[in-house]
């Protein structure tokens, strides 16, 4: 199947610049440099403090671009100088005051400009990655695109772009690296004699469904590629886009090699639109659920992440919601802060819902061993104490009322085949 035609994409730069060479005109992204604040992770905004100067990014999850970790230099705005360039109200302000800031807790700012874009070259020479987690079900993952144009604020994948020399803010959902020739790569690494056949998830460091996979469709012809050779996958998506390619999945389905999952953070539309700003709605992912079980595909619902303090109550309503459209297993995740999301996630609270954020932040700390963040194996997914004993018996009793307590089968991997041999791979 010939690729579909799509714009051009940039080409990257090298893992871990420490520099960031101007691109070309046409496509700069803004250099203002109140998109770039110092936000070290330690950094711990209290209550007190007022809403910070800019409004929230239309379609946007994060609102800044924080220096990354692996960056040399740093670049802090003066907030004074900011201030004073903002409008000043009809019939003046007093000397020296500071324009009021308005309430920050219904949502993005309609009148802030909507950040562009870009789609960048991966130089990536493998499709596969391997992982040795043992929190993990799989130890193969295939990602075609690095960052999501979704805007998760809550997203555990930000941090992995500060490897590229990119921001986990804006960067992340702004700057979507795109392997071109990932339907190419893998093809050429199923068919090597070592290629063992196991399970590859899709989606594990990015969201395969993302918007600009509408338009270049790479997902679609990995997965292609997948039910050519029979190999079992199990796709995660926050995006009813997945649905397109049912027809795919029902000839891996053949064979007991695939599942589905939609993953659910919350019910709550306008909170959904702020959480995750081009993630498709709840109600589409349920539509989504629906028409794949409808279809005959395994398909189950991730509770994810559930955010102690903000979300948590809604898991019983949630799994229900799945359960009526048709899901037939269910896992949850907590709230997971990793290197820089802590400020970025901070920041996303005290603009959103700034009246939860003492509470949020608290249970997390309690779930954490008094941090926002515990990366140990075993914990570092569903936390340990008292909140985390509540959220796990919450979620076991009512997945076991509805029925989504049962563990999936294991996927087959004993239809496994290597379509015309080794000539699949000459001139790769």
């Known amino acids: 199947m010939a690729p579909p035609p799509s714009r051009p994409v940039e080409p990257a730069r090298s893992p871990r610049a420490s520099t960031r060479p101007s691109a070309h005109p046409s496509t700069r992204l803004p250099t203002d440099p109140s998109t770039r604040p110092s936000t070290h992770p330690s950094t711990r905004l209290r209550a007190s403090e007022p809403p910070a100067l800019r409004p929230a990014r239309k379609g946007r999850g994060a609102r800044t671009n924080p220096t990354g970790r692996f960056e040399v230099r740093r670049i802090e705005p003066d907030l004074d100088a900011l201030a004073s360039s903002l409008p000043i109200p009809a019939g003046g302000a007093p000397e020296g005051a500071r324009p009021e800031q308005d309430s920050r807790d219904e949502g993005p700012s309609p009148h802030a400009a909507p950040s562009p874009t870009l789609a960048l070259r991966d130089p990536s020479r ?19 695109y690095r960052g999501c144009e979704h805007g998760c604020a809550y997203c555990y994948a930000r941090p992995t772009h500060e490897y590229l020399g990119y921001s986990a803010g804006l960067d992340f959902e702004t700057k979507i690296l795109v392997k071109e020739d990932a339907p190419q790569l893998l093809r050429r690494e199923l068919s090597r004699p070592s290629w063992q056949p196991r399970v590859v998830a899709i989606s594990g460091v990015t969201d395969a469904y993302q918007p600009l996979e509408r338009k270049l469709e790479l997902t679609r012809r990995c997965v292609e590629v997948f039910a050519e050779f029979r190999n079992p996958i199990t796709i995660i998506t926050k995006n009813a886009l997945v649905v397109r390619d049912i027809d795919l999945f029902r000839r891996l389905a053949e064979y007991g090699a ?8 919350t019910l709550d539309r306008p909170l ?9 709605s709840p109600d589409e992912r349920l539509r989504a659920i629906e028409t ?24 019983p309503a949630l799994l229900a919601a799945a359960a009526s ?9 907590v709230l997971r802060l990793p290197h820089g999301l802590r400020a970025l996630f901070d920041d996303w609270l005290l603009t959103h819902r700034p009246l939860r954020r003492d509470k949020v932040l608290h249970r997390l700390e309690s779930l954490r061993g008094g941090r926002l963040n515990d990366p140990r194996f075993g914990s570092r997914l569903r936390g340990e104490g008292i909140f985390a004993r509540q959220i796990a018996d919450v979620f076991r009793i009512q997945a076991r009322r509805l029925g989504l307590d049962a563990p999936h089968p294991p996927l087959s991997t004993a239809a496994f085949r290597r379509p015309g041999g080794e000539q699949l791979v000459l001139g790769l």
């Open 126 to 144: 493998s499709a596969i990655t391997t992982n040795q987690s043992p929190d993990l079900p799989f130890d193969a993952s295939l990602n075609p």
């Open 272 to 280: 959904q639109r702020a959480l995750e700003p081009r993630a498709s």
């Open 258 to 265: 695939i599942s589905v999952a939609l993953s659910l953070t």
């Open 292 to 315: 794949l079980a409808r279809a005959g595909i395994p398909t189950g619902v991730m509770v994810a992440p559930i955010i102690p303090g903000l979300t948590d109550e809604e898991t």
């Open 325 to 333: 459209a048709g899901a037939r297993r269910a896992g949850y995740i």
